[in-house]
C-alpha cells in the first residue's frame, strides 16, 4: 500500500529549504560581534531596551504585529532590519558602523524564514535524507473567521483543532478549526489528510 503522507507539507518545505539560515550558527555570531556590546545580558547593557543575547528576552521582540521589531517572514516590515540596512535613520545600527552586505544578507534571509532561533538549523539537516524524521513544518498563512492572518506550520489535526507550530518561539498551538475561514480549514485538512 502507497501512503501519501505529508505529500503537500514536503512540498512547501523543499521549495523553503534552499538556503535556510541557522540563527546560532549565522545570525547570533554577527550579534554577538556587531551588537552585545551595547544590547547584551552579558555586558548589562540594554540600549534603548533591547538585549539580543537572552533569547527569552529577544522572542518578545519577535512577533507578527506593528509594535513587534522583527516581523516573522516579513523583513520588508521588521524596524530591526530598517535600522541596520538604512545608514540615513536617526538609530542607524550599530550607531558608528556598517554591517556587511553578506551578514545584512543573512540578516534578512534569517527573518525571511520565519525568525526562528532553533527551526532552520533542523530543517537544514533534513536536506541530508539521512534525517527526514526532523523536518519541520513549512511556514504557511492561516487566516481566522475575523481576517486575521497569522504565519505558522502545521503540525497536526487534533479532534476540531488544527495545532500549529509558531515560528518565532516553536511553541505549538491547538486552535479551532471553526475559528478558521473556509479556505484555510480546508488547508488543515488537506495538510492532515492521511
Ligand atoms: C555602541 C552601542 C550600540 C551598538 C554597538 C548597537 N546598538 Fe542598537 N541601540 C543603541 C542605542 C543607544 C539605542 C537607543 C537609540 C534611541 O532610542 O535613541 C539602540 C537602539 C536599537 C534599536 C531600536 C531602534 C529604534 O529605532 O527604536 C534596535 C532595533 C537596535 N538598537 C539594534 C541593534 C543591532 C541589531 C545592533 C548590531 C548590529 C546594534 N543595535 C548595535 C546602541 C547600540
Known amino acids: 500500500m502507497i501512503l501519501f503522507r505529508h505529500s503537500l507539507?514536503?512540498?512547501?518545505?523543499?521549495?523553503?529549504?534552499?538556503g535556510a539560515v541557522d540563527f546560532k550558527k549565522d545570525i547570533q555570531p554577527i550579534l554577538e560581534k556587531n551588537c552585545y556590546e551595547c544590547h547584551s545580558e552579558k555586558a548589562k547593557k540594554r540600549k534603548g531596551g533591547f538585549v539580543f543575547d537572552d533569547l527569552e528576552t529577544f522572542k518578545l521582540d519577535i512577533a507578527d504585529t506593528d509594535v513587534a521589531q522583527i516581523r516573522p517572514g516579513k523583513p520588508g516590515e521588521s524596524h530591526f532590519l530598517e535600522v541596520i540596512v538604512n545608514e540615513g535613520h536617526k538609530n542607524h545600527m550599530p550607531p558608528n558602523d556598517t554591517l556587511s552586505r553578506g551578514d545584512?544578507?543573512?540578516?534578512?534571509?534569517?527573518?525571511?524564514?520565519?525568525?526562528?532561533?532553533?527551526?532552520?538549523?533542523?530543517?537544514?539537516?533534513?536536506?541530508?535524507?539521512?534525517?527526514?524524521?526532523k523536518?519541520?513544518?513549512?511556514?504557511?498563512?492561516?487566516?481566522?473567521?475575523?481576517?486575521k492572518t497569522i504565519k505558522a506550520g502545521f503540525v497536526r489535526l487534533d479532534g476540531e483543532s488544527v495545532v500549529l507550530r509558531m515560528p518565532a518561539n516553536g511553541?505549538?498551538?491547538?486552535?479551532?478549526?471553526?475559528?478558521?475561514?473556509?479556505?484555510?480549514?480546508?488547508?488543515?485538512?488537506?495538510?492532515?489528510a492521511p
Do not use: C, H, R
Not at 9 to 18: H, R, V
Open 9 to 18: 507539507p514536503a512540498l512547501f518545505l523543499t521549495a523553503s529549504l534552499a
Open 104 to 133: 545584512i544578507n543573512k540578516i534578512t534571509d534569517w527573518i525571511k524564514e520565519g525568525a526562528t532561533f532553533d527551526g532552520t538549523s533542523q530543517t537544514a539537516s533534513a536536506t541530508t535524507a539521512s534525517a527526514p524524521k
Open 135 to 147: 523536518q519541520l513544518p513549512p511556514i504557511m498563512s492561516w487566516t481566522n473567521s475575523e481576517g
Open 171 to 192: 511553541q505549538e498551538v491547538p486552535y479551532p478549526l471553526a475559528k478558521l475561514n473556509a479556505a484555510s480549514q480546508q488547508q488543515a485538512k488537506d495538510a492532515g
